[in-house]
């Protein structure tokens, strides 16, 4: 578990760098369609988007290493299926550099999320599931 908030770091950092390289070095107007109208996406939404979606992954995993021995599976493919999902927002872009941008963040996010995460799954009673049990 040391290694899911480290991960959330990452990832964040890593949707940060797709911010920084698209909005303020090449110029993309980084916007999206809302219910109240067009939303500007700042750094301070990046950050924010990204850790509660780490921290729903976490706490999802937590779960799952509760209730079955199989948490490892489940949870990657619920997140794979959740990071697909997912990639529909960006089509709320407000032009293709936007929506291109925002599905980048998704794909970054997605893949530190579930390669991290995946890697600190647990069986049961807590034996780690890449470690091997000695009996």
Known sequence: MTRRLPTIAV???ATLAVWLVAVPIAGVDLAARGGAGTIA????AVVIA???AGLAGWALLA???R?????RAIWTAVAAAVLVLSLLGPL???NAGSQLTLALMHLAAGAVIIFG???TATRSHGVPANSRAHT
């Open 11 to 13: 990832a964040v950092a």
């Open 117 to 119: 995460m995946r890697g």
């Open 92 to 94: 709320g872009g407000v």
């Open 67 to 71: 209730l079955t021995r199989r948490a």
């Open 63 to 65: 779960v799952l290493e």
């Open 41 to 44: 996406v700042g750094p301070v």
């Open 50 to 52: 990204t850790a509660v």
